[in-house]
């Protein structure tokens, strides 16, 4: 079954840029749309982003100013950039596959396989 | 940033119906489908419902998802302690520009 796995440093500078990479093992990565979702210690989650394997993509409304998400269909990989980090973008960081469709009016979206999740912590 | 509302708490002895809410939108849970995440301690989340009341392979029938109006619930009857695990509700939200919106979270004690 296809599994995900995230990978990047654990610790970032204040003002630099987190990047992230996620590798799809067990299946495709084509024809699927991917996102990524964050999770501060002990609060909630937030959805980051989508990237569809054509490269379009969607961004968080709050974030879109400092979100890159780009995809290598070749590598099996997409992957998050996030610029200009400070201590608030401390989170775990997942990546998802996404399932569903536009139906008619209605939208069927969700994320059915989840990687395990990385720790990125900001700080000098 | 949540737009969905969902209790903070939710608790119930082995065995036993819990109920959790979630409160949205017309540009949320309103149009689009409700989907349910669980999420046991120090894991990731787990899909555990999708279009408002379906379960995946594997997910028991103890599960169930409804949707009325702008809201939604999550039953889980006959609690069990492996159940124990915060649960979010999310939704495609079609207000301004596309976004996917997560509940606020529910941590389900089993007592």
């Known amino acids: 079954q296809v599994q995900l796995q995230e990978s990047g440093p654990g610790l970032v500078k204040p003002s630099e840029t987190l990047s992230l990479t996620c590798t799809v093992s067990?299946?495709?990565?084509?024809?699927?749309?991917w996102s990524w979702i964050r999770q501060p210690a002990g609060k909630g989650l937030e959805w980051i982003g989508r990237i569809y394997t054509s490269g379009s993509t969607n961004y968080n409304p709050s974030l879109k100013s400092r979100v890159t998400m780009s995809v290598d269909t070749s590598k099996n990989q997409f992957s998050l950039k996030l610029s200009s980090v400070t201590a608030a973008d401390t989170a775990v960081y997942y990546c998802?596959?996404?399932?569903?469709?536009?139906?008619?009016?209605?939208?069927?979206?969700?994320?059915?396989?989840w990687g395990q999740g990385t720790t990125v912590t900001v700080s000098s | 940033q949540s737009v969905l509302t969902q209790p903070p708490s939710a608790s119930g002895t082995p065995g036993q119906r819990v109920t959790i809410s979630c409160s949205g939108s017309s540009s949320n849970i309103g149009s689009n489908y409700v989907y349910w995440y669980q999420q046991l301690p120090g894991t990731a989340p787990k899909l555990l419902i999708y279009?408002?009341?379906q379960r995946p392979s594997g997910v028991p029938d103890r599960f169930s998802g409804s949707k009325s109006g702008t809201s939604a619930s999550l039953a889980i009857s006959g609690l069990r302690s492996e159940d124990e695990a915060d649960y979010y509700c999310?939704?495609?939200?079609?207000?301004?520009?596309?976004?996917?919106?997560f509940g606020t979270g529910t941590k389900v004690t089993v007592l």
């Open positions: 999310a939704a495609w939200d079609d207000s301004l520009s596309d976004n996917y919106v």
């Open positions: 067990g299946g495709s990565i084509s024809s699927y749309y």
């Open positions: 279009r408002n009341n």
């Open positions: 998802a596959r996404v399932r569903g469709a536009k139906v008619g009016a209605t939208t069927d979206y969700g994320m059915d396989v």
